[in-house]
Structure formats: structure tokens, C-alpha cells
């Protein structure tokens, strides 16, 4: 699974993208726990997700070859 990052997420973890070795499909949920995990510091952080530049809803599925992109809300002007 290939991640992306955006904005303040990406500052926060330093990266604009990484892989994921996922074998298996997990919900957006399953994926979020997992996700927190390695990276407490972004747990309290507003995103949406989106995969295959779709946005997705919480108990949507996850699949291994899918591209997740961390989206962080974004302000007009």
C-alpha cells in the first residue's frame, strides 16, 4: 500500500509518502488503529482519507495495491 502525506501531516512526519507492506484487506478504521500506532503524534490531527483519490468513509475497505492519501482540512481565501 502506498501512502501519502499532505500539508501538516506531511511536516509532522517529516515524508510526503511511503509503502506499507499490507497482505491482507483491513477496513479505513483497521487502517486508522494501525496508522496511530506508528505514528501517535498525528492521532489528534484532522484529515480525511481518501483512496484511489476517492474519498472513503470509515468502515470502507483497504486494499494492499490501493494508494491512501492523508488529507488535512484546507482553508480558502
Known amino acids: 500500500m502506498k501512502l501519502l502525506y499532505f500539508a501538516e ?3 509532522i512526519l ?9 497482505s491482507y484487506d483491513i477496513t479505513v478504521d483497521e487502517f486508522l488503529t494501525d496508522l496511530f500506532e506508528r505514528y501517535p503524534q498525528i492521532k489528534d490531527k484532522q484529515f480525511q482519507i481518501a ?6 468513509q470509515h468502515d ?3 486494499h ?3 494508494t491512501v492519501a492523508l488529507i ?4 480558502g481565501g
Open 51 to 56: 483512496v484511489n483519490e476517492e474519498f472513503v
Open 9 to 11: 501531516i506531511k511536516d
Open 72 to 75: 488535512p482540512p484546507v482553508s
Open 14 to 22: 517529516e515524508k510526503t509518502s511511503e509503502e506499507i507492506d499490507l
Open 60 to 62: 470502507d475497505i483497504v
Open 64 to 66: 494492499p495495491n490501493d
